[in-house]
């Protein structure tokens, strides 16, 4: 049975179900990863085919939108180049892919998969990475631009989410997507959260450790460990220049604002000086041009990517957006996180990381070289957050989400053919 996976997104978003095609096919399977452009060649390498969805150009207009990094105007964005590649992928999916003889594995974003799982009657698995995207009424998340604290009752706290699916997500999403579904003769899709899980199968790709889903909210879901996945990124090994500046001093701090933010350049400059107050070296990730300061001491490295799992081991603690891949490759590392929220799920990764104790949130507002500088202070020296800190590294080390979400996906492969 041939298994077409579905990516839409940034690093974030495609790396996971990259390396899970990786595995699926090491396992013997027939895989085919769609994926926007720019992802060709990590695929290549990977030898998978690959369909492109969109162009080069695409992603990067998409990367480089102002609207797109603000909480709730990125919506209105995300939704509009989501919007640009469903019809595409509904289009790919009928031409190759047959009801009984294939799945799709389907990221949140890849909606043209849901749309052909209800008009052609493919067999479908949706992949959520992330928490926020599981639903609770009982430990809602919290949403990008309104941090509600914890002691606001959580009923509460689920009425305005529902809200804004209905006054937010909904008008951003729905009117392309329903539009195209009328050509289908397909009905309209009233809640696009609610919508968007298979009814088949959902993974969950994040432990339960982590964040424990509502059970009732989605029962067909199966919870799976994170699925590390840096190494199928840019490069899979770090450059001897990172290597010898890791080598040649004590653990830098490490930062990074992920790998489509073009609207980083005041993070930093903040982390800059940072790693000058506190006296410590820096490492500073960003693959985007003119992001990083050009004047920079000998005691601060900027490279455009390096693999995590081979350089946040080495380093003392990271400063970052918040992104789920990101977080799940520093647990692994067992170093302190300080994460500065920019939109999406980023606000709710900060809330699970101060519960587990191993890490600290600053708004961007707030994120200031003194104050980033005074949070970094106390999660470095804190033998609680180091304690965190280790404890979760442990748990990573004991598990193996890439073959967690393969073994599930081949048990659904198994429930297919025995329906069928």
Same mark, same amino acid.
């Given at each position: 049975?041939? =298994?077409?996976?579905?990516?839409?997104?940034?690093?974030?978003?495609?790396?996971?179900?990259?390396?899970?095609?990786?595995?699926?096919?090491?396992?013997?399977?027939?895989?085919?990863?769609?994926?926007?452009?720019?992802?060709? @060649?990590? #695929?290549?390498?990977?030898?998978?085919?690959?369909?492109?969805?969109?162009?080069?150009?695409?992603?990067?207009? @998409?990367?480089?939108?102002?609207?797109?990094?603000?909480?709730?105007? *990125?919506?209105?964005?995300?939704? !509009?180049?989501?919007?640009?590649?469903?019809?595409?992928?509904?289009?790919?999916?009928?031409? %190759?892919?047959?009801?009984?003889?294939?799945?799709?594995?389907?990221?949140?974003?890849?909606?043209?998969? $849901?749309?052909?799982?209800?008009?052609? *009657?493919?067999?479908?698995?949706?992949?959520?990475?992330?928490?926020?995207?599981?639903?609770?009424?009982?430990?809602?998340? =919290?949403?990008? /631009?309104?941090?509600?604290?914890? $002691? +606001?009752?959580?009923?509460?706290?689920?009425?305005?989410?529902?809200?804004?699916?209905?006054?937010?997500?909904?008008?951003?999403?729905?009117?392309?997507?329903?539009?195209?579904?009328?050509?289908?003769?397909?009905?309209? =899709?009233?809640?696009?959260?609610?919508?968007?899980?298979?009814?088949?199968? +959902?993974?969950?790709?994040?432990?339960?450790?982590?964040?424990?889903?509502?059970?009732?909210?989605?029962?067909?879901?199966?919870?799976?460990?994170?699925?590390?996945? &840096? !190494?199928?990124?840019? =490069?899979?090994?770090?450059?001897?220049? +990172?290597?010898?500046?890791?080598?040649?001093?004590?653990?830098?701090?490490?930062?990074?604002? *992920?790998?489509?933010?073009?609207?980083?350049?005041?993070?930093?400059?903040?982390?800059?000086?940072?790693?000058?107050?506190?006296?410590?070296?820096? %490492?500073?990730?960003?693959?985007?041009?003119?992001?990083?300061?050009? &004047?920079?001491?000998?005691?601060?490295?900027?490279?455009?990517?390096?693999?995590?799992?081979?350089?946040?081991? !080495?380093?003392? @603690?990271?400063?970052?957006?918040?992104? %789920? /891949?990101?977080?799940?490759? #520093?647990?692994?590392?067992?170093?302190?996180?300080?994460?500065?929220?920019?939109?999406?799920?980023?606000?709710?990764?900060?809330?699970?990381?101060?519960?587990?104790?191993?890490?600290?949130?600053?708004?961007?507002?707030?994120?200031?070289?003194?104050?980033?500088?005074?949070?970094?202070?106390?999660?470095? %020296?804190?033998?609680?957050?180091?304690?965190?800190?280790?404890?979760?590294?442990?748990?990573? #080390?004991?598990?193996?989400?890439?073959?967690?979400?393969?073994?599930?996906?081949?048990?659904?492969?198994?429930?297919?053919?025995?329906? *069928?």
């Amino acid at each position: 049975m041939h =298994v077409f996976i579905v990516a839409v997104g940034s690093h974030g978003d495609v790396l996971p179900l990259l390396a899970i095609a990786t595995e699926l096919r090491r396992r013997g399977h027939a895989v085919t990863l769609a994926a926007p452009a720019p992802f060709a @060649a990590m #695929a290549d390498r990977a030898s998978l085919p690959f369909f492109a969805l969109g162009s080069e150009e695409d992603y990067r207009l @998409a990367a480089v939108e102002t609207e797109l990094w603000r909480p709730w105007r *990125g919506v209105k964005a995300l939704f !509009r180049h989501v919007s640009g590649l469903t019809e595409p992928t509904y289009a790919w999916l009928a031409g %190759i892919a047959r009801p009984g003889e294939s799945i799709v594995l389907a990221s949140t974003l890849a909606l043209g998969a $849901r749309v052909a799982q209800e008009k052609l *009657g493919l067999d479908v698995v949706t992949v959520h990475l992330m928490p926020l995207l599981a639903g609770s009424r009982t430990d809602p998340p =919290v949403l990008p /631009g309104l941090p509600l604290p914890e $002691r +606001v009752p959580a009923r509460l706290r689920h009425w305005i989410g529902r809200g804004a699916d209905r006054l937010v997500i909904g008008p951003a999403a729905l009117p392309a997507l329903n539009g195209f579904r009328a050509r289908l003769d397909l009905p309209p =899709v009233r809640r696009l959260r609610r919508w968007w899980s298979s009814p088949q199968q +959902v993974l969950f790709t994040f432990p339960r450790w982590y964040a424990a889903p509502w059970p009732h909210r989605i029962p067909h879901a199966v919870q799976v460990g994170f699925p590390l996945a &840096d !190494r199928f990124g840019d =490069v899979a090994e770090p450059s001897a220049t +990172v290597t010898r500046f890791l080598d040649e001093g004590p653990p830098p701090l490490a930062f990074t604002y *992920g790998s489509a933010m073009s609207r980083s350049q005041a993070f930093f400059r903040t982390a800059l000086r940072v790693c000058t107050g506190l006296g410590r070296r820096g %490492i500073l990730l960003a693959p985007q041009g003119g992001q990083v300061p050009t &004047d920079l001491p000998a005691s601060v490295l900027h490279v455009p990517y390096a693999p995590f799992s081979r350089v946040l081991p !080495r380093c003392a @603690a990271l400063v970052h957006h918040g992104g %789920i /891949g990101t977080v799940a490759q #520093a647990l692994a590392a067992g170093i302190p996180q300080l994460v500065v929220p920019v939109a999406f799920d980023h606000f709710d990764e900060a809330r699970w990381l101060r519960r587990l104790g191993v890490g600290a949130a600053l708004g961007r507002r707030h994120f200031t070289p003194a104050r980033a500088a005074s949070t970094l202070r106390r999660l470095l %020296i804190d033998p609680r957050v180091a304690q965190a800190c280790s404890a979760a590294k442990a748990r990573m #080390a004991r598990e193996d989400g890439v073959a967690e979400a393969c073994d599930a996906v081949e048990a659904f492969i198994r429930t297919v053919r025995k329906d *069928g």
